[in-house]
């Protein structure tokens, strides 16, 4: 009789900790945040939009002079979805600012052959309205980012120490933003500026803090004892 003894390899180690999607159904987290984000925002902004051009458009239908008078002031027909697009946009500017935070890179790199050092907007759209258009579709690669580092954290995705190390960056640029926000100002200067770049910072600081997770994961991983060999006898 002879004893064959098998001892499993890093990478057959690796496989048993992440397995691979062939065989079993997830969830694509690299897909459904951005979809989810875009979802949010179309619920946020384009949806307000069609709301208030319908209810102007009604309003209208009961006006002489084809003029949509409401309680300030009034406006001809042809301007209000001009109207709707830039209430709604002032109005959710802060909001979707916050939510997509990262976009800022994207307005960065337009602004850069064009206006820099001052951010680029249409002229005639404020900054807020153009945010709330522009941020989210920025923002996608970084919806993308974050979904790929939920799915290292699961096990469900072998990571790359470079998807760790980037995703390890961006975590503690916003924490450092954050601290600055938080600490490095007084109370009255917190009291005068927009509160929305707190709550972006300090959830994109959260959002972020997945891949430092999944480096910890990796880790304690590693350090699991390795099975023992399987010794099969003939």
């Known amino acids: 009789m002879s004893r064959f003894t098998f001892r499993p390899t890093s ?5 048993l900790r992440y397995p691979s999607s062939v ?6 987290f690299a897909i459904l945040l951005p979809l989810a984000a875009l979802a949010v925002w179309y619920f946020l902004v384009p949806a307000q939009i069609g709301l208030i051009w319908i209810q102007l458009q009604l309003a209208a239908r009961h006006s002489t002079d084809g003029t949509v008078r409401l309680r300030n002031f009034s406006m001809p027909r042809d301007s209000i979805l001009s109207f709707a697009v830039m209430s709604v946009g002032m109005r959710q500017g802060d909001t979707v600012t916050a939510l997509n935070m990262p976009g800022l890179f994207g307005e960065v790199l337009i602004s850069l052959p064009t206006t820099w050092p001052e951010l680029w907007h249409p002229s005639l759209v404020p900054p807020e309205g153009w945010r709330s258009f522009c941020f989210p579709f920025f923002c996608l690669p970084a919806w993308w980012f974050i979904g790929r580092g939920l799915e290292s954290l699961l096990g469900w995705r072998r990571p790359h120490w470079g998807t760790l190390l980037c995703g390890t960056i961006l975590c503690t640029a916003f924490l450092v933003g954050l601290l600055g926000l938080t600490f490095g100002e007084s109370a009255a200067e917190r009291a005068n500026e927009k509160q929305f770049m707190l709550y972006g910072v300090a959830f994109w600081t959260l959002a972020f803090g997945v891949f430092p997770a999944a480096w910890i994961h990796r880790w304690l991983t590693r350090r699991k004892p390795h099975p023992e060999p399987i010794k099969i006898s003939f």
Not at 11 to 15: A, K, P, V
Not at 23 to 28: C, E, K, L, V, Y
């Open 11 to 15: 990478h057959q180690l690796s496989r």
């Open 23 to 28: 065989h079993t159904q997830r969830i694509r």
